[in-house]
């Protein structure tokens, strides 16, 4: 375990020192606020041969991701970074990145999406793409921003898995904040994600390959097959190298993680940096008798179904927060996935859905207090009034 | 969580309130202490009124929502007060540091404040003669910890020239520069 | 009392048209443009420039500054003719 100096980073500069120690072979990037910074300081470890990476700048994030698939497909280890806009932009090519199977890391700092136009932090675009083949990783802090970009990589080129891997941070709020954070040396990281071995490369003209070829009625189905594997066998290497980077640096990484929640009897569930404001109403009312906890989810794709209804159903109620809103009408996308987890159980805890914190809107310790309180109440027997409710919002 | 600090830095956006804010953080990183430094966002202008923040405590941090009763309130630029309100949220006990050459007394009589404790310090006099520019955050980062007893000066002096040396590492006259702008703060500084 | 979302226009619209006008952005100031009507010429090359019609104008003449409004930036002073110089940039702390 290492043991060294903290050093001061933002969530961006975290993520940024990640990927010079990754040292990965290309990088192709846009930039967009708040994300430029990761990609802008990487273009100086470049220009400083800190590196050996082939930069290249390009038109538009739909083109930056592009240059990924080419590059990850002629056997490169390959990363950008993106937000928002940018992100879906990319959107068409994220789908391809995936079915191609090509393990690209994306350094993703969480933002709303347009219209109106809003910089600040939500989860809209992260969810927005959930469904095309990334696996996807939310971040609490700095500090788990750097660790799961490290093992991203590990994760993503397992040949089990081969998938592309998406690291989130929560937009200004960890992309801006500076925290202290542990550093790995060099060597630990290298020696930890080893040397990228792709299967197949376009540039091996020994073993000529085609990529991106037509499925017709015939394949489509069973290549869509593989890939819903290739997120199943991710499910296994996510925990192996979690316990592994715990194992070697001391800080272990599951698909979530619970916070006073064993004992407890009624809960949060939610995603990103409000765990940690969280977990400061929950000591407070802790202190004041309640049996209070959470849940931080940090892997959202592959979704850890059976696990969640594991560690959620000894439950009486249970509050889902989204930072995000599928505007179904029938809650946001962490809600239902979550919820619909539970709906196998013997005993269903009841479940409520609160939409917050849209277009960097602040989340206090209030607020939460404010959400065990009412799940105090429906778990002392009280009706739920309404299932999806806004927190914040002007009424 | 234990005893948490809150700091309220005001500016304008060039004058170096967010850098401030993360120098006073990268000088605690290694003090035994936990922070956090973030400033607001919204559009970037020149000369518009932003703020930045500080957290301080002896155990983690994991509060990620806005500070909103800060302890301490640092103010870059006095054509602020009486526009922006800078004293919002700030306890009866809480410390407020003015970047002018007024004298304490005369502050607290335009602000009509009562109670808080407030301390005052030209910092543009300071950086004009030791930088040669009116960025005033470095000196105000000198008031503050001399105020607050935040760290040791020996540590402050240390690791505030260990980050001014990885940003200006091409301008060692800056370093200096800067280095005796938070020494003549930390000297200068006075209260009521 | 700011909106609640049953009384914004929908779709973030902005419906009222010259609304920026309430929007004062005169404390983002450093720096005041302190216009001298005696070295004035009034050939208005401020009022064209002013990229926030900040110069006030009554009868053809220049007759001050919107300073609810005026950014500071200093194009104006910039702009009046070099033998005139009829706007200096004082630092805000000078002033009242």
Same mark, same amino acid.
């Given at each position: 375990m290492s043991t060294k100096e903290l050093v001061a980073r933002t969530g961006n500069e975290a993520m940024a020192e990640a990927m010079r120690q990754i040292n990965p072979d290309v990088v192709a990037a846009y930039p967009i606020t708040p994300a430029t910074e990761i990609v802008q300081l990487f273009s100086s470890f470049v220009a400083d041969g800190l590196v050996d990476t082939e930069f290249v700048t390009v038109e538009s994030e739909h083109s930056a991701m592009s240059a990924c698939v080419g590059a990850s497909a002629a056997g490169a280890r390959v990363m950008t970074g993106t937000s928002s806009q940018g992100l879906i932009l990319m959107a068409e090519i994220l789908y391809i990145a995936a079915g191609v199977r090509c393990p690209i890391i994306l350094a993703e700092v969480n933002r709303a999406l347009s219209s109106p136009i809003n910089i600040h932090c939500d989860h809209s675009d992260t969810m927005s793409v959930r469904d095309s083949g990334w696996i996807q990783i939310f971040s609490e802090n700095s500090q788990e921003a750097y660790d799961n970009m490290i093992q991203a990589v590990r994760i993503g080129e397992h040949m089990d898995v081969r998938l592309p891997v998406m690291v989130t941070t929560d937009g200004f709020i960890i992309s801006h904040g500076l925290e202290a954070i542990s550093m790995l040396e060099d060597k630990e990281v290298q020696d930890f994600i080893g040397p990228y071995k792709a299967?197949?490369?376009?540039?091996d003209v020994g073993k000529p390959i085609t990529v991106g070829a037509l499925d017709f009625t015939d394949f489509y189905f069973e290549h869509r097959r593989q890939t819903a594997q290739a997120m199943e066998n991710g499910k296994k290497v996510i925990l192996e190298v979690g316990r592994e980077f715990g194992e070697k640096f001391g800080r272990s990484y599951g698909f979530f993680e619970g916070y006073k929640l064993e004992d407890a009897e009624i809960a949060l569930v939610m995603l990103g940096s409000t765990a940690g404001t969280a977990r400061v109403a929950v000591d407070k009312l802790r202190e004041a008798g309640v049996k209070c906890g959470l849940l931080k989810l940090r892997?959202?794709? !592959?979704? !850890?179904a059976v696990e969640l209804a594991e560690a959620l159903k000894h439950l009486k109620a249970i509050a889902v927060m989204d930072r995000s809103d599928s505007l179904s009408t029938a809650g946001g996308p962490l809600f239902t996935e979550v919820r619909s987890a539970l709906y196998d159980l013997p005993s269903r805890p009841a479940m409520v859905n609160y939409i917050y914190g849209l277009g960097g809107r602040d989340i206090t310790v209030a607020d939460l207090e404010g959400i065990y309180q009412e799940l105090q109440r429906i778990s002392g027997g009280g009706q739920i009034q309404k299932t999806l409710q806004y927190l914040g919002v002007r009424e | 969580m234990g005893k948490l600090l809150e700091i309220r830095w005001h500016g304008r956006g060039g004058q170096g309130a967010k850098t401030g804010a993360l120098l006073l953080g990268e000088v605690l990183v290694n003090t035994g202490k936990f922070m956090q430094a973030f400033p607001d966002y919204g559009p970037e202008r020149m000369g518009a009124p932003m703020r930045a923040y500080n957290r301080i405590s002896d155990e983690p941090i994991t509060l990620h929502s806005g500070v909103t009763n800060p302890e301490v309130v640092v103010v870059l630029d006095a054509t602020l007060l009486g526009k922006v309100d800078v004293t919002a949220g700030l306890p009866e006990d809480g410390v407020l540091i003015v970047n002018t050459p007024q004298e304490p007394g005369e502050i607290r009589k335009q602000l009509g404040l009562s109670g808080r404790k407030l301390f005052t310090i030209d910092a543009n006099k300071i950086s004009q003669e030791t930088?040669?520019?009116?960025?005033p955050n470095t000196p105000m980062l000198g008031a503050l910890v001399k105020v607050t007893?935040?760290?040791?000066y020996e540590h402050l002096i240390t690791d505030a020239r260990k980050t001014l040396t990885k940003k200006f590492q091409h301008k060692p006259e800056v370093i200096d520069g800067n280095i005796k702008a938070i020494e003549r703060a930390y000297q200068e500084v006075h209260g009521e | 009392m700011t909106k609640t979302w049953k009384e914004l226009p929908e779709?973030?619209?902005? %419906?009222?048209?010259? *609304?920026?006008?309430?929007?004062? %952005?005169?404390?983002?100031? *450093?720096l005041r443009p302190v216009h001298d009507q005696e070295k004035c010429i009034n050939c208005l090359f401020c009022w064209i420039y002013c990229p926030d019609s900040a110069i006030i104008i009554k009868d053809g003449k220049v007759?001050?500054?919107d300073y609810a409004h005026c950014k500071g930036c200093g194009i104006c002073a910039r702009e009046c003719p070099e033998k005139v110089k009829a706007i200096k940039m004082v630092d805000e702390s000078e002033c009242e």
């Open positions: 299967a197949y490369s376009l540039l892997v959202f794709r !592959p979704f !850890p | 930088i040669g520019r009116a960025i007893g935040l760290v040791e | 779709g973030g619209l902005i %419906t009222e048209s010259g *609304n920026a006008h309430q929007y004062e %952005t005169g404390d983002w100031r *450093n007759v001050g500054v």
